[in-house]
């Protein structure tokens, strides 16, 4: 089996799976393209604190389990306090995840901050200039995260996916920066065994 | 809690027969090539075995050589007809650089073919319809003086269809060029005769057609001549060196046997489970697509695609209910991208995504079959129910 005892637990038994037609927030992320798609509704009360939040998700055994825990560790939480978890929380709480399987926790942690960014208003595209992190092929960053949460975890899958570090430097400037934002969405466990 | 075993073409369990086969050769231990009588008693085992998997394809015992896997034997054509060792009296003496094959085929084809593409062979991929045919008029058009080798599958392991390969051999034979078929997903559950269709390479597993893992076959037509790629002793006429893997050699033989003895009967069985499994799954459940040709298919097996959810979702539900099945997808198997045959036939990546292989064997009963469509329909309803893409779900 190449998932953990918990991550089947909350495969099989989904916690908060639903709607919530009253919600204060959604957040929708993924495509059925990529064979994820999350969808999380959140209830914030007055001081801002999320007391109840609901999923449902469609995708493999981790994208389930992702998103189910992750709503219930945002219940209690102020919004503020919510809004940093991490999908490295996420796959801690989880106990692990196979590494094909991290961007499902990228995927969990993006779609409750884009609830909670659209409930405070927080404008989703906050890019202002363009600034391209592989500068020979013109990729943005938000591009390599793109395919971070569609499932490349090594530096050869994001230029298979992206086309960066396939320019005329041949990845010089590129490859260390896109180490650096892998190095972000990797669990932490995983980091100190390194 | 039954336990219902619908992976088939992952691999089948050992048949009773095959199990008292490797039973009673468990003292062969003698190395077949040795001259006493101990290493005799294991070389009549392994001729006599030869006799058994020749005759499960119509070839003559001479033209079959044992191997370990599918994988070795595909990539025995492979390399084998394209070596460029200059003593090497193969095909790779000829100037051509070309090779043909289809977009559907298994890894151990597709592989070491891509590998020859890096090393400067030119490769046609060809195409195939919805239903994974092959047109064996793109094949004409491919063909030409600089083709070394065609390689076809016979059926096809996620959707189960089978293709035209006689029309495509003697289109390959016009041009005199090589045609070799992986029918590991075919051979001991359709008939299969090397001399009618006229090929001149096929390869075929063991742990398909009910034997151990570890010993599969290749069927060489008299007179062509490849390089091994194990290279070693004498070996199998020196294409593949390596001490004879004597019990899996028997056991591979008893079960060709059985093979041709049962192949009738379990064709036609096979066929009714396959089919009252595919029309329960329509009745029972909505927004299912079949996939694969609705007869030019084996009947163990069937793919079918549940619209809204996740292929894995499917298969971990299931498994915990105690149903094997597989997912049409690699997804689980580590690689985010659907499935190249789903792709192939022109499913889209969603559908491609929710797509389950039911695959059938000879211990599959009725009782199997009507378990999984009482289990099923729960199972598919409760992810849709999960799934924020399900329009049911939207009131």
Known sequence: MIYNEKVIDYFQNPRNMGEMPDADAVGEVGSPVCGDVMKIWLKINKE???????????????????????TEMVIGKHVN?????????????????????????????????????????????????????CKCQKITRERI?????????????????????????????????????????????????N | MPQVYLDNNATTPIHPEVKQAITDGLDLFGNA?????????ARKAVEDARKKVAALVNAKP?????????????????KGVTCQDIICKSEASKPGKHIITTQIEHPSVTNPIKSLERQGFKVTWLPVDQYGLVDPGLLSKAISKQTVLVSIMTANNEIGTIEPIAELAKIARGHEVYFHTDAVQAAGKLEIDVKETGVDFLSLSGHKLYAPKGVAALYIREGVVVCPVLQGGHQERGLRGGTENTLGIVALGKACEVAIRDREKNIERLWKLRERLRKGILEKIPEVVINGH???????????????????SILLRLSSKGIAVSTGSACSSGSLEPSHVLLAIGLPHELAHGTIRFSLGFENTDADIDYTLEVLPGVIQQLRDMSPLWPGSKK
Do not use: W
């Open chain 1, 145 to 193: 995260e793109e395919a971070i949460a569609h499932g490349a975890y090594t530096v050869e899958m994001v230029a298979e996916a992206t086309g960066a570090t396939k320019g005329e430097c041949g990845g010089v400037r590129c490859k260390p920066l896109i180490e650096d934002i892998l190095d972000l969405y990797r669990p932490r466990k995983k980091k100190e065994a």
């Open chain 1, 81 to 133: 306090e919510a809004r940093k978890m991490s999908n490295r929380d996420v796959v801690d709480a989880l106990g692990g995840l196979p590494e094909h399987k991290i961007h499902c926790s990228v995927l969990a942690a993006d779609a409750i901050h884009r609830a909670i960014d659209k409930y405070l208003g927080i404008a989703v595209e906050e890019d202002k200039d363009v600034e391209y992190l």
């Open chain 2, 62 to 78: 001479a033209e079959i050589i044992f191997t370990s896997c599918g994988s070795e034997s595909n990539n025995l054509v492979i």
């Open chain 2, 33 to 41: 090539s040795s001259e006493h009588f101990l290493g005799q008693a």
């Open chain 1, 48 to 70: 801002g604190v999320i007391t109840d939040a609901k999923f449902k998700t469609f995708g493999c055994a981790s994208a389930v389990a992702s998103s189910s825990i992750a």
């Open chain 2, 294 to 312: 609705p007869e030019k298919t084996l009947p163990t097996t069937l793919s079918a695609t549940f619209k809204f959810i996740e292929g894995e």
